[in-house]
């Protein structure tokens, strides 16, 4: 099977002749990696099964340590976070901000670039383009993420008029993709704590699932798998997602779900994830690395798994611990 095929069989419970994995490192664990292995093109040598594009342009510095986001969103990196950092301040600091805000236009041409790079260099691998921030955390970085729970709550028509002008902009970045011989789009949305939603299920299926639905209806439209991330507990609306069309939950956090949960999935949902960046690769050695990884392959040998780190993995973990893993993701 090629890498492509794996990952289909994986998301059709069809048996793939080895479990299909991915990997992603952050900037500081790249580095690392580089330094530990002396491969500047250490990611080349990892054997990833899916190659992916996120539709989002890139940032621009406007100072050391701040840059802003194609939205206008200011980001303070000043602090620990140096991969994603704090919104400086909202754009919609109120509901009467909304008429003077104005969404970027989608730039097709960036677009159309972007996912020919992509398909020129995936070799055989599973294609997938990307939203990022797709809703929920869309709307918060425009106003600030306490903000936008309370109008939940008091200004339920002005957070379904800022969620449809987001919708809107990914449906109109979603019909220029989806042209492309793509396999999947990847929505990514964090929606979950430790414990529960972080707005309650109540007001996610009011305020995020009937847009996420649209999406989703487009993308199943096209032929195409749908993939959602999002970290944390997220079982209270894991039926909902179900009946909306999702194929591939990512990430499957262990400390969370356990491996028992996943059970109550196979054959309904494939799971992208597995083993854990916040209690497994930063304390384990790399022996219980190596245990846990095969044990978690194991347990899917029909399929319904693409193993993989549950994050792009934090600069805190040991370089020993990522060959190890990626050692058992190689023998399969």
Known sequence: MTNRERVIAALEFDRPDRTPYTLSLTGQMLQKMIGYTGRADYME??????????????????????????????????????????????????????????????DEAYIRSSME????????????????????????????????????????????????????RNLRILDIALQYPIDCFHFGDDWGQQKGLIMGPTHWREFIKPYVARMYA???????????????????????LLDIGLNMYQTYQPEIYGLEYAQNLKGKLTIWGGISTQ???????????????????????????????????????????????????KEG
């Not at 383009?129 to 106003?143: D, N």
């Not at 487009?218 to 909902?240: L, N, T």
């Not at 990884?293 to 792009?312: C, D, K």
Request: charged residues 25%; contains cysteine; hydrophobic residues 40%.
């Open 279 to 329: 209690r497994e690769l930063p304390y384990c050695t790399p022996d219980e690395v190596r245990a846990l990884t095969r044990r978690l392959i194991a347990a899917f040998p029909e399929g319904g798994l693409v193993a993989s780190p549950t994050h792009s993995v934090p600069g805190d973990v040991p370089p020993e611990n990522i060959e190890a893993m990626v050692e058992v993701f």
């Open 45 to 106: 040598t990892v054997g990833n099964h899916i190659s992916d594009v996120y539709l989002i342009k890139p940032e621009r510095t406007i100072k050391p340590d701040f840059v802003q986001d194609e939205f206008g969103v200011v980001w303070n990196r000043s602090g620990v976070d140096k991969d994603i950092g704090v919104i400086d301040h909202p754009l919609i600091g109120c509901p009467g901000d909304l008429d003077s805000y104005q969404m970027p236009e989608v």
């Open 218 to 240: 487009r993308v199943h439209q096209a032929g195409k798998y749908v993939s959602q991330h999002s970290c944390g507990d997220i079982r209270p609306v894991m039926d909902d």
């Open 117 to 168: 790079r992509m398909l020129q260099n995936c070799g055989d691998n599973f294609r997938v383009a990307a939203i990022g921030f797709s809703m929920f955390e869309r709307a918060w970085t425009l106003t600030g993420m306490e903000n936008l729970l309370v109008y939940m709550l008091e200004e339920p028509e002005f957070v379904h008029e800022l969620m449809n002008m987001i919708c809107e």
